[in-house]
């Protein structure tokens, strides 16, 4: 007597592959909807918040009382897109000085008494930084075609001379009313942002006044801002 043969168990049932992930072509076309925008903007927020959290530390959560010696520029004023020329012609662009803080001063390149005094105390200040100095970089922008005195090469060792026209500096340094651009040291953050200027004719008094400033910067941008850069 012949069996009928048993159905075949479920087990037996051959796989059924079913694909519930891929995006038909019109879905993949589709602009990201609103929650990934939210999403995206979150990720990037996250990503500045060191930046951001600095920034205000210094300029918006202040003790009550303290001053800064130097004058905040507001709006602050990025490095222009201009090509410098170093002391042997090679063309240097401006903005490569991003990703440190920088110490700024201008002057002829003949570099009367308040331009040598000015390079004095900004040698000064950066070293009176200790172990956070090399984070600052000293940077002296000639403005004419004047050279440069053989005896003022020891005071520029370690600093980044450049020279850069006239008019294309006062478009972008801005000076106290009344002065010129060669009376003040400038500070440039490492965004590339002229940010704050000291008063005219710094001495031994003020220069100090100038240091607690540097170090409060220091200090404000401590968790993003490495030595050197990238």
Same mark, same amino acid.
């Given at each position: 007597m012949s069996q009928v043969p048993a159905s075949p168990s479920s087990s037996?049932?051959?796989?059924?592959?079913?694909v519930h992930d891929l995006p038909t072509p019109e879905q993949a076309a589709q602009p990201p909807t609103r929650m990934g925008r939210w999403k995206m903007l979150f990720i990037l927020l996250v990503c500045a918040s060191p930046v951001i959290a600095s920034y205000l530390t210094y300029y918006?959560?202040?003790p009550e009382g303290r001053r800064n010696?130097?004058?905040?520029?507001?709006?602050?004023?990025?490095?222009?897109?201009?090509?410098?020329? &170093?002391?042997?012609?090679?063309?240097?662009?401006?903005?490569s000085l991003k990703d440190q803080w920088l110490l700024v001063s201008v002057g002829g390149g003949d570099c009367a008494a308040a331009?040598?005094?000015n390079l004095y105390f900004q040698r000064q200040l950066r070293e009176s930084l200790g172990r956070e100095?090399?984070?600052?970089d000293r940077v002296w922008l000639i403005s004419d075609d004047?050279?440069?005195?053989?005896a003022l090469q020891?005071?520029?060792?370690? &600093?980044?001379?450049?020279?850069?026209?006239?008019?294309?500096?006062a478009a972008w340094l801005v000076p106290t009313a009344g002065q010129a651009?060669?009376?003040?040291?400038?500070v440039v953050d490492p965004l590339g942002n002229l940010m704050m200027r000291f008063p005219p004719g710094l001495d031994l008094a003020t220069a100090a006044k100038a240091k607690k400033d540097l170090e409060r910067l220091l200090r404000a941008s401590n968790s993003w801002d490495q030595p050197g850069r990238p």
């Open positions: 037996d049932q051959p796989l059924g592959l079913t918006v959560i202040r010696f130097g004058e905040l520029i507001n709006p602050q004023r990025p490095l222009p897109d201009l090509q410098a020329r &170093a002391l042997d012609g090679q063309p240097v662009a401006l903005r331009c040598q005094q100095k090399d984070r600052l004047a050279p440069v005195a053989d020891p005071a520029l060792d370690g &600093a980044t001379v450049l020279r850069v026209p006239a008019e294309q500096l651009l060669q009376a003040h040291l400038f």
